[in-house]
């Protein structure tokens, strides 16, 4: 019976340890099914970081542009401004340059009639003065009024320029904004119910 006894006991002992090994394996198989979840998450983890580097480097892209863009403008500005300097002086010269010759024809008739009648002289010169001075008056009006509508014009086309290329970047922005939004709440979502 002793022998019985330490049989009946010794396989007790291994169904114990076979019991022991199988909750091994069963933790060992739970640890294994661990490693790849965790190394899921840490693909999915790579891949969201990836798609945020180029959500980024757009990002970055797209404000350069747009500091070009707007760099740009500015230079475009200061042209457009310098050319409507150039223009205004340009025509005030030619103003001036048209008064002196006038006046030159001016002098000239003027000392031939001299010559002629004092008397006569005297009242012609008066008319001249004032034909001339409405002339210069019409004439400085004119010009006056041509210059401003083209200034204006040129303003007005790059006003309307500038609203629209503000328009499309806000547009721009709007859309990234949403994007990264969207990226950012789905890594969230995957994250939290992976």
Do not use: P, W
Not at 9 to 23: C, G, M
Not at 66 to 82: P, Y
């Amino acid at each position: 019976m002793s022998n019985l006894q330490k049989f009946n006991d010794t396989i007790t002992e291994f169904e114990q340890e076979v019991d022991k090994l199988k909750s091994a394996s069963n933790t060992y198989q739970k640890l294994q099914e661990l490693l790849l979840a965790y190394d899921n998450v840490i693909k999915q983890l790579e891949n969201n970081n990836d798609s945020l580097d180029s959500i980024n480097k757009l990002q970055k892209d797209l404000h350069q542009k747009l500091q070009d863009n707007l760099i740009e403008i500015a230079g475009e500005n200061k042209q457009h401004k310098q050319a409507l300097e150039k223009l205004l002086i340009d025509n005030i010269d030619l103003v001036r340059k048209e008064n002196k010759e006038f006046y030159r024809d001016l002098e000239g008739t003027i000392k031939i009639k001299l010559d002629e009648n004092k008397s006569e002289i005297k009242q012609l010169i008066e008319n001249e003065r004032s034909k001339i001075k409405e002339i210069f008056e019409i004439e400085f009006a004119k010009n006056t009024n041509e210059l401003k509508s083209v200034i204006e014009s040129k303003i007005d086309k790059q006003t309307e320029e500038m609203i629209k290329e503000q328009k499309s970047i806000k547009k721009l922005t709007g859309i990234l904004g949403g994007t990264i939004l969207l990226v950012c709440v789905s890594v969230l979502l995957k994250l939290f119910f992976a």
